[in-house]
Every structure is written in structure tokens, then in C-alpha cells.
């Protein structure tokens, strides 16, 4: 079960007259960046907010934490897939076995907040075993209210992988993908430990009860250990980024607002890539549980190529000249509608974003689709169906532009046996296309899985 962590989490909206209504924001935070999801919808006001709810796990109504507690699951899978390495030039059957843990902590009181997630995952595979591993996903956030208009909101996630981290419960389900400042998430890359880190910071100024102003940072990079020599080039990836924000509440239950997003590029073969987003956003809450988040805006990118000028002794070293800068703009825009109720969540998002190559590629323009249903049906069965389609074609390239289409598709049940007790089945394929200027990446994956999850409480102090 793929599962970005693109992991995000509490983060609590205060209001002097709505401390008991407080909500929960847990690990969509980088989701909703973009998005002007974040919680400055307008301190000090005796309206009603609007949601501050998940948008990328597949929680029921009923099952978002409140208040403060602690919750651990220990869970026991095995997985058959076809395809292990993640690349058909080298492909191979094996099966995992994965025993892992997911621990959830959180506390609120009325002026901060904190959460912590941390998943130990221990990967044994049965022929490939030089791949055999322990995974960690660790994340932690939290937020400050410094003084009654001002909020300090601070995240930070580390992942060390084989490329995902599996979960045994369908409530961990996600769409693989997140807008920035998140890394992109959307392209499969052959079967290499990743180490990946990022940290963002905000600060936000309610300027009246209706409208607030958010200023933000974030750092992230993307290392590839140890590839072997069958895979393609992948590249590692640094990102920085920056902005601005400002929100207006019109109504009770619809916000505009306007964002500017400057993201710096760079990875380790000389590109280097600066781009300029402007987006116009709404949120609308349509019902209780129905929230739609709309933005659109143009985006302008410089790409920097390395730049080889001749010698008579030979080749120059690389160097960043005018002559090596290419321009290009493109709109961006998307939208997701998300329903959540103590029976369903569906969730709808489609977008266009320009954003990091996910390791196979360098700056992309990224297309993205995809649908989510989970649903409880009889008998203590619980359903999960996803499917999603992104393709990523690359600014520019050293030798071309390179261009990935990778379709999925999953389908997940639970079964409760007992209260704590609960058994897990799950079919996931992926298909994989490249262009010339991918070599090697092309991927056809199937996956079959059985798992078993216990959980030690779900504790609210």
C-alpha cells in the first residue's frame, strides 16, 4: 500500500469561542499548501470554521483522533510480487515478508500542539535478500500561537525505504501524490534504499476575523543509495522553497485566496531549475462532510543545463551560462472533492502542477488524476478501491525530454474478527511507460497481499 507520508498532521486552528470544536489537521499538511488549506482561516471570529480534515488518508468520520492520546498498531504481511525490482529489464518474483509497527501520539492544548508518527517496518525477502531491510518513516509537527493573531506551524518528515512503506489497514489508504511543496510521488523507480527529508516552516497573521496572511519555507531533498547497475540514471534532488498567501472568507463556508510559490530545483548532474507559480484558490464546505478545493494560475520555469565549451585540451568543465537557460510556462490548476461520512470517504482530484522528476527525471510538468472509495459493507467488511493516472514529461534534459506514464489501480478489503483484530487482503498492479529518454524504467508490477494487524488501543487523555 503506497503511502507518501506525502504523512502530514495535527495541527490545531484556534478560536477564542471555538476551543471545543477544535479539529483535527493530521498529515495532509503538505497537501493542502497549495491548496490554501491551512488553518488561518480567521482567528478571533464566532463563525463556524471550515473543516480541517485529511486529505490524504482514508479515515472515517468517526475515526479522526480528537483531542489528545496515543495509538499503536503492530502488523504482520506477506506479498507476492511479480516484479520486485520495479524494472522489467531485470525482473524477478519474490515474496516479502514485512513486520512492522505504526505508532501515532499527539497532544493539544490551547495555545500548541504536537504530533508525532514513527513506522519500523522490518522487509525480509525471501530470494532477494541483499535487499532485506529496515524501514523508518518518521514524522512530527506541531504549531504555536505567539500571540492571539499569530501562529507559528512547523513539519518535519524523514523516510528511510526501499521506495514505500506498506500498511496492513485500509484507514492508511492514499493517493500517491501531493502538490508542492511536496516530492513527487507519482513515478515508480527501480527497488534502491531512498533517504528523504523535509522540513517547512510557516508563519501566519489573522488580519481579521475574515481574512489571515501566511508566510512559509520548506527544504527538501531526495537521495538515492547504492544504485545498482542494471537501473537507470536517477537523480538525486534538492528542493527549496518559498511564499505567500492571503485568504478571504466571503461566507461562512467559502474562502478565496491568492498564492505565490517560488520552488528551486537542483539535482546532482548540474540542473538546476527556478519556478514562479501564481494561483487564484477557493475552498467551498458544500455539506458537513463535502469539501471542494479548486486553484489555477500560470507557472513560469528557467531550466539551467550544463553548458560544455570547447578546449583544445579537451572538454571544459560544466558551467552555467545564459546560452544554456531555457524558459517555459505553463498553466497550472486542479481541484479535489473529498466526502467523508461515517460509512464512505470518496475522494475525486485531478491536476497539473510543475514539480520535481521524482528520481527519474529532472523539473516536470505533471499530470495527474485519480479516484479513492472506501466504504464499510456487511457482515464487518470494510472495501478500499483506488486508481490514478500520471504522466510527467521533463522541461528539459541533457539529452532529451524524457516522458513517464504510469497508470495503477488497488483494491483492498478488511475483516474485522475481533475489536483489536483485523485481517487484510489487497491487489495492487502498476504499469510503467517511458519514452527513449527513459532508458530502462519501463515497469509491469503485480502484487498480491495478505496481512494481519493488531492494535494496542486507541488512547484519548
Request: proline letters at 5%; charged letters at 15%.
Amino acid at each position: 500500500m503506497i503511502s507518501n507520508c506525502r504523512l502530514e498532521t495535527r495541527l490545531l486552528c484556534p478560536e477564542s469561542s471555538l476551543w471545543k470544536r477544535r479539529s483535527r489537521l493530521p498529515q495532509a499538511l503538505y497537501a493542502l499548501v497549495i491548496l490554501s488549506m491551512s488553518g488561518t482561516l480567521a482567528a478571533q471570529t464566532q463563525e463556524l470554521l471550515l473543516p480541517q480534515e485529511s486529505q490524504d488518508e482514508s479515515r472515517y468520520a468517526n475515526e479522526l483522533p480528537t483531542g489528545s492520546g496515543f495509538a499503536l498498531d503492530l502488523q504482520s504481511q506477506i506479498t507476492h510480487d511479480n516484479n520486485v525490482f520495479s524494472n522489467n529489464a531485470n525482473r524477478q518474483s519474490d515474496y516479502v515478508f514485512q513486520e512492522g509497527a505504526v505508532l501515532n501520539a499527539w497532544k493539544k492544548k490551547p495555545l500548541w500542539s504536537v504530533g508525532l508518527e514513527f513506522r519500523p517496518t522490518v522487509l525480509l525477502h525471501q530470494t532477494a535478500t541483499a535487499f532485506n531491510a529496515l524501514d523508518q518513516g518518521l514524522r512530527l509537527d506541531g504549531s504555536y500561537r505567539v500571540r492571539p493573531h499569530l501562529q507559528l506551524r512547523w513539519n518535519e518528515s524523514f523516510h528511510y525505504t526501499n521506495g514505500v512503506l506498506e500498511s496492513a489497514s485500509n484507514e492508511y489508504f492514499s493517493l500517491p501524490t501531493g502538490p508542492p511543496p511536496t516530492l513527487n510521488s507519482t513515478l515508480v523507480t527501480p527497488l534502491i534504499r531512498e533517504l528523504a527529508n523535509q522540513s517547512e516552516l510557516g508563519v501566519v497573521y489573522d488580519i481579521s476575523r475574515r481574512s489571515s496572511f501566511e508566510l512559509s519555507g520548506s527544504y527538501a531533498f531526495l537521495d538515492f543509495l547504492a544504485a545498482p547497475k542494471s537501473s537507470p540514471a536517477l537523480f538525486n534532488t534538492q528542493s527549496g522553497t518559498g511564499g505567500f498567501e492571503y485568504q478571504y472568507r466571503l461566507t461562512r463556508h467559502f474562502t478565496l485566496g491568492f498564492r505565490y510559490l517560488f520552488q528551486n530545483f537542483h539535482y546532482d548532474v548540474g540542473i538546476r531549475d527556478a519556478t514562479h507559480n501564481t494561483f487564484l484558490t477557493a475552498l467551498w464546505q458544500m455539506g458537513p462532510h463535502v469539501v471542494v478545493s479548486l486553484f489555477g494560475g500560470p507557472s513560469f520555469s528557467i531550466t539551467h543545463v550544463p553548458f560544455i565549451g570547447p578546449s583544445v585540451n579537451g572538454p571544459a568543465p560544466a558551467s552555467f551560462s545564459s546560452a544554456a537557460a531555457a524558459r517555459s510556462s505553463s498553466p497550472s490548476a486542479g481541484g479535489t472533492l473529498t466526502l467523508r461520512s461515517d460509512q464512505t470517504v470518496l475522494r475525486l482530484t485531478a491536476q497539473r502542477l510543475i514539480t520535481d522528476g521524482g528520481g527519474l527525471l529532472t523539473t516536470v510538468a505533471s499530470t495527474y488524476e485519480g479516484a479513492e472509495l472506501r466504504q464499510r459493507v456487511a457482515y464487518n467488511w470494510d472495501l478500499a478501491l483506488m486508481a490514478s493516472n500520471a504522466r510527467s514529461v521533463a522541461l528539459q534534459g541533457l539529452i532529451g525530454r524524457g516522458a513517464v506514464d504510469t497508470p495503477s489501480a488497488e483494491i483492498a478489503l478488511d475483516h474485522s474478527l475481533r475489536e483489536n483484530l483485523t485481517v487484510h487482503f489487497e491487489y495492487h498492479l502498476f504499469r510503467q511507460r517511458v519514452n527513449q529518454y527513459v532508458p530502462f524504467a519501463a515497469v509491469d508490477d503485480d502484487r498480491y497481499s495478505f496481512g494481519i494487524l493488531y492494535r494496542i488501543g486507541n488512547h484519548n487523555f
